[in-house]
């Protein structure tokens, strides 16, 4: 099938490190996707991790990818309150220009 | 200045009628999607042009209907709208070939069938 999988809450406090992650069923994806959406807006692009990469780093954010076990992961540094969102990881299908979004994780976090 | 715009942001409707939503992108991508997001924040992808040509029609009732007229607009038509249509449905553009091939969003529509 083509489900992607998120857990669907993560609290979290004013500092602390969020770890998102996503589990992803297409091992053949290219590109793998982190969006943000805040309440009443579109998703915001957050970073990408080409798939022969295993991390990537951007400044807060850290991706880690193991293709082996097609598992994602987002890891926030210093999480602060406007980091509160929805977090979605999506993956792009091969030969297709098609994304299948994980199901969404809702982070919030506690002052 | 808006990359991705669509209108109108809300849409509230009776049942039974025929509503469109509108989107427009100012990026220069040659494709362009519809995604609808439910009540428990679930995106599922409609269709998908790329250059006017339609090359995604996912299990979508024939009552929506997309309609491409260039490469930088994609509208949505819904006839005989139905209470199961509320949602959140959210346009969005890319440029395949371009690195990473990510969509840039739109706001959405909150649409809402009474």
Not at chain 1, 75 to 86: H, K, L
Not at chain 2, 92 to 110: D, E, H, I, L
Request: some cysteine; aromatic content about 12%.
């Amino acid at each position: 099938g083509e489900d992607v999988e998120q857990s669907l809450f993560l609290s979290v406090r004013e500092g602390d490190s969020s770890v998102i992650n996503c589990t992803y069923t297409d091992s053949s994806s290219t590109y793998l996707y982190w969006y943000k959406q805040e309440p009443g807006a579109g998703l915001q692009l957050l970073t990408y991790i080409f798939s022969n990469m295993d991390m990537k780093q951007d400044q807060r954010l850290t991706v880690l990818l193991n293709k082996k076990d097609k598992h994602l992961s987002l890891r926030i540094a210093d999480t602060q309150t406007g980091d509160s969102a929805i977090y979605f990881c999506a993956e792009s299908i091969s030969g297709t220009y098609k994304y299948i979004f994980g199901t969404g994780t809702r982070l919030k976090v506690l002052a | 200045d808006t990359a991705v715009s669509q209108t109108p942001k809300y849409l509230v409707t009776q049942m039974g009628n025929d509503k469109s939503i509108k989107c427009e992108q100012n990026l220069g991508h040659d494709t362009m999607y519809w995604y609808k997001q439910d009540s428990k924040k679930f995106l599922k992808i409609m269709f998908s042009y790329n250059n006017k040509e339609l090359i995604i029609n996912e299990t979508v009732p024939n009552r929506f209907s997309p309609k491409s007229p260039d490469k930088a607009h994609l509208n949505l038509h819904i006839n005989s709208l139905e209470l199961g249509d509320s949602a959140v449905y959210f346009c969005a553009s890319s440029q395949p070939g371009q690195g990473n091939y990510g969509y840039t969003f739109g706001s959405g529509t909150r649409l809402t069938v009474v």
